[in-house]
Nanobody, 120 residues
Framework: QVQLVESGGGLVQAGGSLRLSCAASGRIFSQYVMGWYQQAPGKQRELVATINSGGITKYADSVKGRFTISRDNSKNSVYLQMGSLKPEDTAVYYC??????????????WGQGTQVTVSS
């Protein structure tokens, strides 16, 4: 079992910045993908950015050049630095980890979500 605790959401004006943090605890295998997803009201949850155990990152087109995902392996943590925020970035942001055991079986966990609201 893995627990994810998010922090850093809030209200910010358009053009501003926020940094989200997610700390993971529990049984995490050496192979994993950690990331952030967003869910706006009435919409499906969508990928924002991911980083894998090899340090490879992936971003949604809508956030490329504005958001940066990073990690601190010593703290089992992942971060999302959000810049040049737009009202359309308003959503609940969820931290996710997919970790894979030696058989290749995947274990998928979600945080509780943190609200990001960008005012115009």
């Amino acid at each position: 079992q893995v627990q994810l605790v998010e922090s850093g959401g809030g209200l910010v004006q358009a053009g501003g910045s926020l940094r989200l943090s997610c700390a993971a605890s529990g049984r995490i295998f050496s192979q994993y993908v950690m990331g952030w997803y967003q869910q706006a009201p009435g919409k499906q949850r969508e990928l924002v950015a991911t980083i894998n155990s090899g340090g490879i990152t992936k971003y949604a087109d809508s956030v490329k050049g504005r958001f940066t995902i990073s990690r601190d392996n010593s703290k089992n943590s992942v971060y999302l630095q959000m810049g040049s925020l737009k009202p359309e970035d308003t959503a609940v942001y969820y931290c996710n980890i997919k970790t894979y055991d030696w058989l290749g079986s995947a274990y998928d966990y979600w945080g509780q979500g943190t609200q990001v609201t960008v005012s115009s």
